[in-house]
Structures are given as structure tokens and as C-alpha cells.
């Protein structure tokens, strides 16, 4: 059940055989969460931490007004908070956009496992920077790139992300959202993000269509976005 | 609550809105104005200002709800 874990690790880094069935031994059975149900809100007090299995989440901020940024996407494999183990509780939410599975892991059962392993407590510290640096990146995006770079890019990251564990390289892929949540990953309105799709489309770059993403020119996409993957660590240093 | 739907037609043709937003009909108008000047500021940093377009709302089935002149949506100051 938690493969897409599993395989999320072991794209990036090596995993021992012990090192999985300790992985696996800690997990819960799955639960599933409906499109545009909160998996995590705004202030609970947190003493689980939740894998997402399959299905795509979302991490935002909102204002008081109802206007909502979201800051990074989460796909089937990620934790969407393990930093609920320090922080307790989130300053922000995580909303499902698809259809979701997760699993929810007790801190407790992660605390006996990292100080078992305290080589996988390295993975999952990696697994927390790597959510920074993508944070990071978003902020580069909403700071300095124009409207076609922003979708762009994000087009480019999750191009990688999700067909990262089973495709690599499809130039189709699933991102399960529809044009309004698109518009609030990239702080544009969703008239606006409309027109931009509509350029890129004509473009000949890409197109977004009924929650999937088709790249016809990745050369061009990587362009438009001044793409760079190395914020995405898919070489990283052995740990 | 009722989906409108904002199609845009500028300079650049005609950018037809098939996915909307439910919305209340009072709050179309702002919305209308909000995703312009979210357009213009993106042209603008590219050097370009072109006020000629204008959203067009609608209901699903058609029906006209209202028209926003990109020009309407910004005090333009030129001396």
C-alpha cells in the first residue's frame, strides 16, 4: 500500500530491506479523504503525521478576505507533514484536490522507528529540506517570474515530481485541479491563468486540460520557465 | 450558487472560459476587474499596456450577466 513511499525514497536514495519492512511496520491501514476535504487544519494539535498515498494535496495560507496561496503540492509518496512531528501543530492548511489515501502515523510509532533507524530519521530530514527548497523555488516564482514562467515552472516541477516514481519521462501526467487552484499556486487570478494556458496552448508548450497536464515542447517549457531541477535534489549525496 | 463564467476579448482573440466559478452575481464585477488588473500588471512588466479587451460574464447556458472594459478597471493618468 505505501509503495509510492517506498519508491519516492529509493529515487533519490538507497533503502535497505530491514529499513523498508521497519518503514512498512510502523504504517496504519489507509483512509480514504474526499476532494476538497481538509487532511490537516490551521492550529489542530497534531500527534500524527500523514502519508499521502495516491491522489494530489495541497499546503496554502489564506487571508482573512478568503483569499488562499498555496505553497507547495504534495504527490502520492510524500509526507505531507512530517514537520507536525517538532511543530505540533501547523500554521497552515493542507486540503485534498483529488481524491485522496493516506495513511496517519502516530509520532509515537515515528519516534521508536527513528531512534531505531536513525539512518531513515536522515531520510525523513532530507524528505523536510527537500519541502523547503521547494518552497523556496515557489517564492522565486511568485517574486520574479512573469504570468507563462509561473504556470510554466510549475508545470516543469510537477513534470518531474510525478513522473518521478513509475514514469519517468511521460510527457502526460496527471495534476487532479481545476484552473482556480492552479491560479492560487501561482498568485494570479484564474481569468488570468485561463488566458496564459491559452498561450501556452497556442504555443505549441503545453496544455492543461481536465486536470492533466501535455507538454508538446519540453525544451520550450523549461524555457518559458528558466528551469532549473537542482532545487529538487535528484542527485543527491548518498546519506 | 450559480457558476459565471468570464471569457476575455482582447487583442489576442477570444479566451473562452469553460470551466467558471460559482459565484454570487453581486461579486462578478469585482472579480471581472480583479483578473484585469491581474492581466494588465503582467503586461505592463513586459513594457506593454493594452486596454482595448474586456470580459464578458455569463451564466452556463449562455445568457449575458455583464461586461467589464479592461479600461474600466484601471484610472489610467496620462498627463
Known amino acids: 500500500m505505501i509503495d509510492p513511499h517506498i519508491q519516492r525514497i529509493r529515487a533519490r536514495h538507497s533503502l535497505s530491506r530491514e529499513e523498508e519492512e521497519a518503514i512498512r511496520a510502523v504504517m496504519p491501514p ?4 474526499k476532494r476538497h476535504a481538509m487532511a490537516v487544519r490551521h492550529g489542530d494539535k497534531l500527534d500524527v503525521s500523514t502519508l499521502l498515498i495516491s491522489g494530489l494535496m495541497g499546503r496554502y495560507k489564506d487571508l ?8 507547495q503540492l504534495h504527490v502520492a509518496g510524500d509526507f505531507i507533514d512530517l514537520h507536525a512531528f517538532t511543530l505540533k501543530r501547523l500554521e497552515h492548511n493542507i486540503m485534498a484536490l483529488s481524491d485522496c489515501t493516506v495513511v496517519t502515523v502516530p509520532h509515537e510509532r515515528l519516534r521508536t522507528l527513528l531512534s531505531d533507524h ?4 536522515m531520510l525523513y530530514w532530507f524528505s523536510t529540506n527537500l519541502d523547503a527548497c ?3 523555488e515557489w517564492e522565486l516564482s511568485l517574486g520574479q517570474r512573469s504570468a507563462a514562467g509561473r504556470v510554466a515552472a510549475l508545470f516543469c516541477e510537477m513534470h518531474v515530481r510525478v513522473t518521478q516514481i513509475g514514469d519517468p519521462g511521460a510527457l502526460d501526467f496527471p495534476l487532479p485541479m481545476n484552473q482556480s487552484e492552479l491560479a492560487e499556486c501561482v498568485g494570479m487570478t484564474p481569468v488570468h ?3 496564459t494556458l491559452r498561450q501556452l ?4 508548450i503545453a496544455t492543461f486540460e481536465r486536470g492533466r497536464v501535455t507538454i508538446m515542447d519540453l525544451d520550450r517549457l523549461h524555457k518559458t520557465a528558466q528551469f532549473d531541477p537542482s532545487f529538487l535534489y535528484l542527485d543527491a549525496i548518498p546519506l | 450558487m450559480q457558476r459565471l463564467y468570464f471569457d476575455i476579448h482582447n487583442g489576442t482573440g ?3 472560459d469553460h470551466e467558471g466559478q460559482a459565484m454570487p ?3 462578478a464585477r469585482a472579480f471581472a476587474i480583479r483578473s484585469i488588473r491581474s492581466i494588465l500588471s503582467d503586461e505592463v512588466l513586459h513594457g506593454m499596456l493594452d486596454v482595448t479587451g474586456r470580459i464578458e460574464i455569463r451564466t452556463g447556458s449562455g445568457e449575458s450577466m455583464g461586461r467589464v472594459k479592461f479600461d474600466e478597471a484601471i484610472e489610467m493618468r496620462l498627463r
Open chain 1, 30 to 33: 489507509p483512509i480514504k479523504v
Open chain 1, 64 to 71: 482573512p478576505n478568503g483569499r488562499r496561496q498555496f505553497a
Open chain 1, 118 to 121: 536513525p539512518r531513515i530519521g
Open chain 1, 134 to 136: 521547494i518552497n523556496r
Open chain 1, 193 to 195: 491563468v485561463n488566458r
Open chain 1, 201 to 204: 496552448r497556442e504555443d505549441g
Open chain 2, 14 to 16: 477570444l479566451t473562452e
Open chain 2, 25 to 27: 452575481i453581486e461579486e
